[in-house]
């Protein structure tokens, strides 16, 4: 409260104490000591006196007040505030019959890191208002009281709760109906204004959400950048403020079809029947380590013909319930860059889906989900290991070009490529089918931290794969890895390394590039120490599952048989004419060249 509410307050309590005294036919009141400042409790004492005031004020006084600031709706403010509950098997939402609000969302299926209640709206961290216009001004309807009532139906099979609250009066009445179906996280309003024509103005319903999102998850710097404002335009287009720690706002001029309050594992969703108009978001990362982000969004729903529906999104994000919610619902989850989003949405999911039915043990579907992509991806994966051999077999050559032509690079890639002409040997046959893969090894780079099927699932000595394993607590921290050491992250890397040393026994590769197989492994084990220990072991299975398909393919591919084919291609192709591609090719070296010199 600041100085001029104080003594706004203040000078009201002395009208009703003067009223009361000196025109009012009640018992006397005991005076109220009054200073210049006004702390905090001068103000309790003026709280106090007001309310004391009352007591002898009549009806009429405060019938009075209440019709100069709220008009014909008056009568609605008149009650006492008591809850109600809708709840199925998932999902317990508590309402109040004061402004027929949301007061507290619990998730039954699901419990913070601590073991806690998961409540995805708390009432002492969010704020939930909807506001219409009357003749006299803006109304919040938080300070209306409802008549509720509760019924429950069955319709095409499912059952469903309903709680209607109704403010009635002689020119007609306030309607707010919530409904919650058997198993779902959709909560559904339908809002309805029946007569009251000259009262109410609004075309309109004005929604102001402002929340502050509780830490649910161990690892608070990952779920911060995984926490954002996503909304979606009704042209189908998805937008968000980014993950930034930076303070972000937006000011939406097109309409908007939902809006989303993100965190890593749950969403907390609007979506409107028609669309969002004036829409303004923002969001802020509050410096209190209980709290993740702090979000807000303003927005009016269009009032159609008495009427302005919209629903309520309060669950998991959860690939496959989301995209069934409405259109562009399931951007909620990032699945990824769009070169790797379709293997995570078209492929990954299912498998996890289906594997989750026969097994219980999430360490168990990752390793079946990479036997099964490392089976799907052998053609390719042999292909790559007979490109690389015959890339090794010709190294002789190879190395007489160099001494050849080592100091002229324009001629040395001239005499390669005939070289490779004549052999019928691509340079490219062992890298192309390796390339193919990487979509599939960077598509769980997404998928795994915002898999909420991983979320507090157990293997072997990590807690939860859904974060990082701390196999052991360091006393200090080491910059760009932590205070701890995630074994899996360690495995992995190892297993990295030992393939890296295995490959560049089969290649050609020299130098640099050589050792970048080493390098790359050790940069990964500082990137990933904090990642989802299910991102680690992926990786560590599926370096495991490479060391044997190559062991496998070495037992059936002979060197000696490669080199024997070559030999053939050499002699069939001894007269070959150069491919139109080639010969455009060596045109551009040679202008290269040319220019190089001048």
């Known amino acids: 409260m600041d100085k001029n509410q104080a003594t706004g307050l203040i000078l009201f309590a002395a009208v009703i104490l003067t009223y009361s005294i000196f025109f009012a036919t009640t018992p006397e009141i005991p ?116 008549v509720p009532a509760l019924s429950s139906a069955e319709v095409e099979g499912v059952k469903q709760q309903t709680v209607t609250f109704t403010a009635s009066s ?118 209190d380590s209980s709290l993740v982000r702090s979000m807000s969004a303003s927005l009016s729903l269009p009032i159609l013909e008495g009427q302005a529906n919209l629903s309520y999104y309060f669950g998991p994000d959860q690939y496959k319930t989301l995209k069934a919610i409405t259109p562009g ?53 042999y292909k790559s290991y007979i490109g690389m051999a015959k890339m090794r077999v010709i190294k002789p050559e190879i190395d007489e070009l160099k001494e050849k032509y080592g100091d002229d690079a324009t001629k040395m890639q001239q005499e390669q490529m005939k070289l490779f002409s004549q052999l019928g040997v691509s340079p490219l046959s062992g890298c192309l089918p390796l390339l193919l893969q990487m979509p599939f090894l ?21 807690d939860d794969l859904s974060t990082y394993d701390e196999f052991i607590k360091l006393p200090f921290t080491i910059p760009f890895y932590g205070a701890h050491v995630s074994l899996f992250t360690l495995l992995m890397t190892i297993s990295q390394v030992l393939y890296a040393h295995f490959n560049n026994q089969l290649t050609t590769a020299t130098g640099p590039m050589k050792n970048l197989g080493y390098i790359m492994p050790v940069m990964f084990m500082f990137v990933l120490n904090s990642y989802p220990a299910g991102l680690s072991f992926y990786y560590f299975v ?13 037992l059936f591919v002979d060197d000696a048989k490669i080199r024997q084919k070559v030999e053939e291609n050499k002699v069939k192709n001894v007269d070959k004419k150069k491919s139109k591609f080639q010969q455009r090719l060596e045109d551009a070296m040679k202008v290269a060249d040319a220019n190089k010199k001048k």
Request: proline fraction near 3%; charge should be negative; charged fraction near 20%.
């Open 329 to 381: 619902f399931e951007e909620n989850v990032d699945m990824g860059y769009f070169f790797v989003s379709w293997v995570n949405k078209y492929i990954v999911v299912h498998l996890f889906e289906f594997l989750e039915k026969y097994f219980d043990s999430y360490g168990i579907i990752i390793i079946l989900i990479v036997l099964l992509i490392k089976v799907a991806l052998s053609p390719l994966t």
């Open 170 to 287: 002689p020119a007609g009445q306030l309607i707010q109906k919530y409904t919650l179906k058997e198993g779902e996280y959709t909560l559904e309003k339908n809002f309805e204004i029946q007569g009251l024509e000259g009262i109410i103005t609004a075309k309109a319903v004005q929604i102001d959400w402002k929340d502050e999102i509780k830490s649910q998850e161990k690892d608070l710097a990952e779920s911060r950048r995984k926490t954002q404002v996503n909304y979606y335009l009704a042209e189908g287009t998805y937008e968000n403020l980014g993950l930034s720690d930076d303070p972000d706002d937006a000011v939406v001029a097109e309409p908007v079809k939902w809006i989303g309050f993100s965190q890593r594992f749950f969403t907390a969703g609007i979506i409107a029947d028609s669309v969002f108009q004036e829409v303004k978001l923002s969001q802020s990362t509050p410096a």
């Open 31 to 146: 005076p109220v000591e009054t200073t210049s400042s006004v702390d905090s409790t001068t103000t309790t004492a003026v709280v106090a006196a007001a309310e004391l005031a009352t007591a002898g004020v009549p009806d009429s006084l405060l019938d009075l007040e209440r019709q100069r600031k709220f008009g014909d709706l008056a009568p609605f403010t008149v009650g006492e505030e008591a809850p109600l509950v809708l709840e199925n098997d998932v999902v317990k939402i508590t309402l109040s019959n004061k402004g027929g609000s949301i007061k507290e969302v619990l998730l039954k299926k699901y419990t913070s890191w601590k073991n806690e209640p998961l409540y995805l709206l708390d009432s002492a961290q969010t704020s939930l208002n909807y506001s219409i216009d009357t003749r006299l001004g803006a109304v919040n309807l938080n300070d209306l009281y409802f």
């Open 442 to 462: 960077f598509a769980m780079f997404f998928f795994f931290p915002n898999a909420i099927e991983l979320r507090q699932e157990s293997f072997w000595w990590a």
């Open 542 to 554: 599926s370096n495991i599952f490479t060391f044997g398909q190559q062991a496998l393919i070495k």
